[in-house]
């Protein structure tokens, strides 16, 4: 089955009017902020997920304090326009309302005795359900129960186990078993179960074996050969892949940067792509690995499995 993915159209059509028109003004005045806003704008355009508040637009490209700042401040002057225009037409409102009331009262005494009789009924069938019912749990109270219980391994009562993502192997449109990553896990020994992970590439769990309940571990990877590094910086995807992974409250972030080559070529100058990998460990708290090959990341994953399993048993 094909994966459908629905992409709004503008998310942040307001940031967007408001880029606009300090591009337009800085045009006219032929100012050299006129690039500046075109470059925001365009990177903003890129970014599928809608941004909350001015200060969000930090991590995308070309998007200073200050032009967050800007937008922080445009944001929260149209908020208080639009609630000082709800409050006006409240005010309007309550007048017609009170014109109409006269002209429903009438209504409503002869939709009352009709509500009476039918609340007798209901009163009745409420009765009888009640009696059926004694012996029944509803579903809601049963998640509630579930979502309640605290879940606790003892030592040795529990597998740690390596989640890979579909998107990592052949995504079933090929025999798994030839594909390079499982291979590779599977020679070095490593448990691991292939799944749709919905933020980062590799992930760890804690998985009992008598209940199957299972705990994430805080720790998931994202792993990125230079070319899609650069082809990610270039579409935008390489900064939305990072707000996910540090909104999805797992602690530990691993980055891994695979097939270092100084001498191939990409779309983004080598020393660019570095700097952007150093990003990730300075700015936002990343633990990043340089490996050569795919073979090496593999062995890594592998090794860290290895420790998270004398840590945690």
Same mark, same amino acid.
């Given at each position: 089955?094909?994966? =459908? !993915?629905?992409?709004?159209?503008?998310?942040?059509?307001?940031?967007?009017?408001?880029?606009?028109?300090?591009?337009? +003004?800085?045009?006219?005045?032929?100012?050299?902020?006129?690039?500046?806003?075109? #470059?925001?704008?365009?990177?903003?355009?890129?970014?599928?997920?809608? $941004?909350?508040?001015?200060?969000?637009?930090?991590?995308?490209?070309?998007?200073?304090?200050?032009?967050?700042?800007?937008?922080?401040?445009?944001?929260? +002057?149209?908020?208080?326009?639009?609630?000082?225009?709800?409050?006006?037409v409240a005010a309007v409102s309550n007048d017609e309302?009170?014109?109409?009331?006269?002209?429903?009262?009438? +209504?409503?005494?002869?939709?009352?005795?009709?509500?009476?009789? #039918?609340?007798?009924?209901?009163?009745?069938?409420?009765?009888?359900?009640?009696?059926?019912?004694?012996? $029944?749990?509803?579903?809601?109270?049963?998640?509630?129960?579930?979502?309640?219980?605290?879940?606790?391994?003892?030592?040795?009562?529990?597998?740690?186990?390596?989640?890979?993502?579909?998107?990592?192997?052949?995504?079933?449109?090929?025999?798994?078993?030839?594909?390079?990553? $499982?291979?590779?896990?599977?020679?070095?020994?490593?448990?691991?179960?292939?799944?749709?992970?919905? =933020?980062?590439?590799?992930?760890?769990?804690?998985?009992?074996? #008598?209940?199957?309940?299972?705990?994430? $571990?805080?720790?998931?990877?994202?792993?990125?050969?230079?070319?899609?590094?650069?082809?990610?910086?270039?579409?935008?995807?390489?900064?939305?892949?990072?707000?996910?992974?540090?909104?999805?409250?797992?602690?530990?972030?691993?980055?891994?940067?695979?097939?270092?080559?100084?001498?191939?070529?990409?779309?983004?100058?080598?020393?660019?792509?570095?700097?952007?990998? =150093?990003?990730?460990?300075?700015?936002?708290?990343?633990?990043?690995?340089?490996?050569?090959?795919? !073979?090496?990341?593999?062995?890594?994953?592998?090794?860290?499995?290895?420790?998270?399993? #004398?840590?945690?048993?």
């Open positions: 089955m094909k994966r =459908v !993915k629905i992409v709004p159209d503008r998310p942040n059509r307001l940031f967007e009017i408001w880029l606009e028109e300090w591009r337009n +003004e800085a045009v006219l005045r032929k100012s050299d902020l006129r690039n500046h806003f075109a #470059k925001a704008l365009h990177s903003l355009r890129k970014y599928p997920l809608p $941004l909350e508040s001015g200060r969000d637009c930090i991590i995308l490209q070309h998007f200073g304090t200050k032009l967050c700042s800007m937008l922080e401040r445009k944001l929260e +002057e149209h908020r208080k326009q639009e609630s000082d225009n709800v409050i006006d309302k009170y014109a109409i009331i006269s002209e429903k009262t009438k +209504e409503d005494r002869t939709i009352g005795n009709e509500i009476q009789e #039918k609340t007798v009924m209901v009163r009745q069938a409420k009765n009888i359900k009640k009696n059926i019912s004694k012996g $029944l749990v509803s579903a809601n109270e049963i998640a509630s129960r579930q979502v309640d219980r605290q879940i606790h391994f003892e030592p040795n009562t529990f597998d740690i186990i390596l989640l890979v993502d579909t998107q990592e192997t052949c995504g079933g449109k090929g025999k798994s078993q030839y594909d390079s990553t $499982l291979i590779e896990l599977t020679q070095l020994d490593v448990m691991f179960e292939v799944r749709c992970l919905k =933020v980062g590439d590799f992930a760890w769990i804690a998985k009992c074996r #008598k209940t199957n309940d299972e705990l994430i $571990l805080p720790y998931i990877v994202e792993r990125k050969r230079m070319d899609d590094l650069s082809a990610s910086i270039i579409d935008g995807r390489f900064y939305e892949q990072k707000f996910r992974l540090k909104q999805s409250g797992i602690e530990n972030l691993i980055y891994i940067v695979e097939s270092m080559d100084k001498n191939a070529r990409f779309s983004i100058p080598l020393p660019s792509l570095l700097q952007a990998s =150093v990003n990730c460990l300075v700015q936002d708290n990343f633990t990043v690995k340089y490996t050569r090959s795919h !073979k090496d990341s593999m062995s890594y994953l592998s090794c860290a499995t290895k420790t998270l399993i #004398k840590i945690y048993k």
